[in-house]
């Protein structure tokens, strides 16, 4: 996945936060901050299982507050019901 800034689909806004956000259709959202170049995405399925994933490569999938999330460095932290913490 690739972002340009300055290249946006129809139906983008920026905030007052100065992120701009496209195509919230209710299970799918992009995010771009411009100040670091950074975009995110995320996928609600109909689980409400959320999957996102950054422009810079990491990766996390969370439900109710708990979930698995992978940095790009491959650091993987975890969040359940009682613990938290990274490998």
Do not use: D, I, L, W
Request: aromatic share 4%; glycine share 16%; charged share 10%.
């Amino acid at each position: 996945m690739f972002f340009t800034s300055g290249v946006y689909a129809a139906g983008c806004v920026t905030n007052a936060r100065g992120k701009t956000v496209c195509g919230t259709t209710g299970s799918a959202a992009v995010v771009v901050n411009p100040n670091t170049n950074t975009a995110v995405k995320a996928q609600t399925n109909v689980n409400g299982v959320t999957h996102t994933q950054t422009s810079r490569g990491g990766e996390a999938v969370t439900k109710n507050g708990k979930g698995v999330a992978q940095g790009p460095g491959g650091t993987t932290c975890a969040k359940t019901a009682r613990n938290q913490g990274c490998r």
